[in-house]
């Protein structure tokens, strides 16, 4: 289901109401409740004694509930449109959350955390038909970015941003080269993978003077299998140590951190401009079920 064009019917048909009521039927109710209460005062003067002390104020309480309050069918929908209008705009151009379902970005995003994502940072964009109207920033190596899948539009997924339009990308024997360059990596630790109570080699990677870690299996294949014949397939060369790709203009090559367990454009090839959501940029939450909550785990990350 696509949540952002559900949420913005909900905007519609809940503004619809509440634009009705402010430019309609609460003038109606209104003129309806300066007559009745004009009628009240003018029985009053006519029998001045004939009216208990606190009649007035008795009859405005009982008008007021049954002129001047709108009717339920009008004030149900009409009174959600202030709070949900607020949650389609901050989701829609200024932060928007999302939960990591897959270890493809281990060890940088674990499966169940919840994170946020910068939505103006590339560029404003209307939100469901997610065209871009002003363009404030790019994509730069080494951003998280989430966007929506190629193969199929209605999945978001998250990756790591490795090549730039124009790039040539080298991915071979586990090594990565950006132009002819290798990329810095230095070996730490191998990472303890606790769902599986497996080790895999880690390593940090600097794209442009900025760290990040990643993963690499050993015991995995270099050679890429599988690869989809993707839009523009050609400016890829696959062998046996494994892919070399050069970008096409307006167009991102991919990657995850977890390297030999990460679908990405290895294997589905490269992300169009036009389907760029966003930059993730922190952890608010990390929940992997039950009362696993890992508060450790809030915060920024590279």
Not at 91 to 96: A, L, T
Not at 272 to 285: C, D, H, T
Request: charge should be positive; hydrophobic fraction near 45%; aromatic fraction near 14%.
């Amino acid at each position: 289901m696509n949540f952002a064009l559900l949420l913005f019917c909900l905007t519609l048909f809940t503004g619809a109401f509440w634009f009705a009521d402010l430019l309609h039927f609460r003038k109606r109710r209104e003129a309806a409740f300066a007559s009745e209460v004009a009628a009240l005062d003018a029985r009053m003067a006519q029998h001045p004694g004939a009216y208990a002390k606190d009649h007035r104020e008795k009859e405005i309480e009982r008008l007021t509930r049954s002129t001047r309050l709108a009717p339920a069918w009008l004030e149900f929908p009409a009174s959600f449109f202030p709070v949900i209008a607020v949650v389609f705009g901050l989701r829609s151009f200024i932060v928007e959350p999302f939960k990591i379902p897959s270890g493809s970005m281990i060890p940088t995003l674990l499966i169940g955390d919840f994170i946020l994502v910068n939505k103006f940072t590339y560029g404003v964009r209307l939100p469901v038909i997610n065209k871009k109207i002003i363009d404030v920033g790019s994509p730069k190596r080494g951003d998280v970015m989430v966007f929506r899948y190629p193969v199929d539009p209605s999945f978001d997924y998250i990756k790591r941003v490795v090549g730039l339009p124009g790039d040539k990308i080298a991915y071979e024997n586990k090594k990565l080269s950006i132009n002819g360059k290798a990329v810095p990596t230095t070996q730490l630790p191998d990472y303890l993978h606790p769902e599986r109570a497996s080790y895999a080699r880690q390593f940090t990677e600097t794209f442009d003077g900025r760290p990040h870690r990643m993963l690499n299996n050993e015991d995995a294949p270099a050679f890429i299998s599988s690869a989809a014949q993707f839009p523009q397939h050609e400016n890829c060369l696959y062998n046996n140590a494994g892919v070399i790709c050069t970008v096409p203009p307006g167009h991102f090559f991919m990657m995850g951190d977890n390297r030999d367990n990460s679908a990405d454009s290895r294997f589905w090839g490269f992300v169009p401009e036009a389907n760029i959501v966003g930059r993730a940029f922190g952890i608010w939450m990390n929940w992997s079920g039950g009362l696993n909550f890992d508060l450790s785990r809030v915060g920024g990350f590279d």
